[in-house]
C-alpha cells in the first residue's frame, strides 16, 4: 500500500481518498482486540505518505482545531464552576499522542 502511494499532494483527491480507505481498513485490524501498533506509529505511518505541503496542511487544520477544542473547554469548565456542575469526565490521552489518528485522517 506504501509504495503506490508515495507523495500524495493536496490535490490528488482521488489517490489521497483510496489510501486514507486502504490505510484506515490495515490500521482497525491492528487495532481491533490487542493493540499491535500504538496511535503514534498510525499517525507518523499515514502523514509520511503525504507531501510536505500537505502535512503542513494537515497539521496547521489539527492545531486550528485542538486551539478550538481548548477554547471551547475552557468556556464549559467557566460555565460548570460559575454554575456548580461537576467536571466532565477527563478523556486521557497518551503524552506523545498529539493527534488521534481519526482525527488526522
Do not use: W
Not at 490528488?12 to 496511535?39: M, T
Not at 507518523?44 to 471551547?72: C, G, P, R, W
Amino acid at each position: 500500500m506504501c509504495k503506490e502511494n508515495r507523495h500524495i499532494r493536496i490535490k490528488d483527491l482521488g489517490p489521497f481518498l483510496l489510501y486514507k480507505c486502504s490505510f484506515l481498513a490495515e490500521a482497525k485490524k491492528l487495532q481491533e482486540l490487542l493493540v499491535l501498533i500504538a496511535n503514534t506509529i498510525l499517525v507518523q505511518m499515514f502523514m509520511s505518505l503525504l507531501t510536505e505541503e500537505f502535512q503542513m496542511a494537515v497539521y496547521q487544520k489539527l492545531d486550528f482545531m485542538k486551539n478550538q477544542d481548548s477554547h471551547i473547554k475552557a468556556m464549559i469548565d467557566k460555565f460548570q464552576i460559575a454554575h456548580t456542575l461537576p467536571a466532565a469526565a477527563n478523556i486521557s490521552r497518551r503524552a506523545e499522542d498529539r493527534y488521534t489518528l481519526s482525527e488526522v485522517v
